[in-house]
Nanobody, 119 residues
Framework: QVQLVESGGGLVQAGGSLRLSCAASGRSFSRYSVSWFRQAPGKERELVAGASASGNTYYGDSVKGRFTISRDNAKNTVYLQMNSLKPEDTAVYYC?????????????WGQGTQVTVSS
């Protein structure tokens, strides 16, 4: 069992920066792929960025070059550094941890943190 708690959201002006954190509890966190998703009102949840257990990273097209995902396995924490924020980045941001095991997939979500970017 893994529990995820996001923090760091808030209100920021366009062009500003925020850093989101996702603290995980539970064992074997380093074996999980971790991702940030976001969901704006009336829109589907979309992938923002991800980091595999081996350290590979990937990003949604809309955030490439502006957002950076990182993980600190010693602290069981994942970060999302968001720079050059735009009003369209406004959404609830969710942390996800996933691991394929024998017999299925372990999939955990945090409760979300609101990010609001004003123009």
């Amino acid at each position: 069992q893994v529990q995820l708690v996001e923090s760091g959201g808030g209100l920021v002006q366009a062009g500003g920066s925020l850093r989101l954190s996702c603290a995980a509890s539970g064992r074997s966190f380093s074996r999980y792929s971790v991702s940030w998703f976001r969901q704006a009102p009336g829109k589907e949840r979309e992938l923002v960025a991800g980091a595999s257990a081996s350290g590979n990273t990937y990003y949604g097209d809309s955030v490439k070059g502006r957002f950076t995902i990182s993980r600190d396995n010693a602290k069981n924490t994942v970060y999302l550094q968001m720079n050059s924020l735009k009003p369209e980045d406004t959404a609830v941001y969710y942390c996800n941890a996933r691991r394929v095991v024998l017999g299925g997939t372990l999939d955990y979500w945090g409760q979300g943190t609101q990010v609001t970017v004003s123009s």
